[in-house]
DNA sequence: CCTGCGATCAACCAAAAGGTTGATTCCGCC
DNA sequence: GGCGGAATCAACCTTTTGGTTGATCGCAGG
């Protein structure tokens, strides 16, 4: 059987039917079900599970709040269902931020698309997922390899999610709370992240952080 | 003639052929052409316009660079073209900043969609723009409700420009040098801004300047 | 002409951020 | 098994910001 089931999630309808339009359309790929947010799109999962018709790839859209979430509960039903192997989660969105691909990567997703790729992109995309291997937009990639050649300042997880509260005005009473840590261990954050970043308050590390997309700024 | 002619402009393909797919279906609505930035837009209207078959309504992404020349650039072919009336512009996007809409409505678009909206919501909308009407998305009407209600305190040009060096990163000391005033000064400004953007300290000050384009992000 | 507002500055105090030193724990790696 | 890096925290100190009060100047509008 070389007929590929594609599961999307997107909380817009309008991408839900371009991306059902554009994959429909080619042979050996077929669209069985669509979810608008994580919760759904596991419900979903599910119930294809439970009907013997799992999907083979979930395309899923990457939000703030529940997209990573999504990613790390399909990696779950891995886990919990011995043997059946959970199907690869595919990203397709907006944004090439570095902590978006970082965290999509980290949380197991075995590709990130840009959602301004040519179709014809996507569609490879889809089938490399299927087939089990991974799919990594052109930008992405290259993003990635920048990474990995410049001994640049590499700033670890932590310090790019500190980064991202930071540049939501936060003060370090308040991004300490959020991330269950103290005030000293905020601040240990940033003496690291200004040093990696060649910078001596926190405004100018956003900028410098937006500059170079290491944070995401819509 | 009651066939509506459609123009989509979107940077996405997969977002051109959920519309198309989702306005195609639609008795009466036709998708014309379309194009993937403004540029192309600008020329396609043209070309359409000497076939003798103009486009009745352009659905437009707004993104920040170049969508929001298209509207006003679409307004000015009405102003050339007398006998001529330019199709009426319906932006569809995702975000709904009070700067955008407000960029929008005065560049003249004459509806404002989001993408998230239901297929129902947005084919109204088209009927609605064709019919030389406007479409307003709910949310989108409610916070421009909100705004007449209580009006934002407008930013004085130095409050600005104090904004703009704000989000370098450079410090009140360097700012004062800067502008040639002293620090004092500064933090009067400062205090200012802070107010009237509802907000106690710089970085979330930037925040929310940069989340209402009231500065500039490259 | 007077009122209001933007821009400018000063002095002062409280709070937050920046910087340093040092220490602990938990990893992964050679 | 030890080495180094990431993450965590504490205590202490300096500098920068934030917040307040009050004052001067100039210009536009009623």
Same mark, same amino acid.
């Given at each position: 059987?070389?007929?590929?089931?594609?599961f999307?999630?997107?909380?817009?309808p309008?991408?839900?039917?371009?991306?059902?339009a554009?994959?429909?359309?080619?042979?050996?790929?077929?669209?069985v079900?669509?979810?608008?947010?994580?919760? %759904?799109? +596991?419900?979903?999962? $599910?119930?294809?599970h439970? =009907?013997?018709?799992?999907?083979?790839?979930? @395309? /899923?859209?990457?939000?703030?709040?529940?997209?990573?979430?999504?990613?790390?509960?399909?990696?779950?039903i891995k886990?919990?269902e011995?043997?059946?192997?959970?199907p690869?989660?595919?990203i397709?969105?907006?944004?090439?931020s570095?902590?978006?691909?970082?965290?999509a990567v980290e949380?197991g997703?075995?590709?990130?698309?840009?959602?301004d790729?040519?179709?014809?992109?996507?569609?490879q %995309?889809? +089938?490399?997922?299927? $087939?089990?291997?991974?799919? =990594?937009?052109?930008?992405?990639?290259?993003? @990635? /390899?920048?990474?990995?050649?410049?001994?640049e300042?590499?700033?670890?997880?932590?310090?790019?999610?500190?980064?991202?509260?930071?540049?939501?005005?936060?003060?370090?009473?308040?991004?300490?709370?959020?991330?269950?840590?103290?005030?000293?261990?905020?601040?240990t954050?940033?003496?690291?992240i200004?040093?990696?970043?060649?910078?001596?308050?926190?405004?100018?590390?956003?900028?410098?952080? %937006?500059?170079?997309?290491?944070?995401?700024?819509?």
């Amino acid at each position: 059987m070389n007929n590929i089931r594609v599961f999307l999630v997107d909380d817009h309808p309008v991408v839900r039917a371009g991306l059902r339009a554009m994959l429909g359309d080619l042979q050996g790929i077929t669209v069985v079900a669509e979810a608008a947010d994580g919760g %759904a799109a +596991l419900a979903g999962l $599910a119930k294809l599970h439970t =009907l013997g018709e799992p999907a083979d790839v979930v @395309l /899923m859209d990457l939000q703030m709040g529940a997209g990573m979430d999504g990613v790390t509960a399909t990696g779950r039903i891995k886990a919990g269902e011995a043997g059946q192997p959970a199907p690869p989660v595919l990203i397709l969105t907006t944004f090439d931020s570095d902590a978006d691909i970082l965290a999509a990567v980290e949380a197991g997703a075995s590709g990130y698309m840009l959602k301004d790729a040519p179709p014809e992109q996507i569609r490879q %995309a889809v +089938l490399s997922a299927a $087939a089990g291997g991974t799919a =990594l937009a052109p930008e992405v990639a290259a993003r @990635l /390899m920048g990474r990995i050649r410049n001994p640049e300042p590499a700033l670890s997880v932590r310090e790019i999610q500190l980064l991202e509260l930071l540049a939501t005005g936060m003060g370090n009473r308040a991004i300490a709370k959020q991330l269950f840590i103290s005030e000293a261990t905020v601040k240990t954050h940033l003496v690291h992240i200004y040093g990696k970043l060649g910078v001596d308050n926190r405004t100018a590390a956003i900028a410098v952080a %937006a500059q170079r997309r290491i944070i995401r700024r819509p």
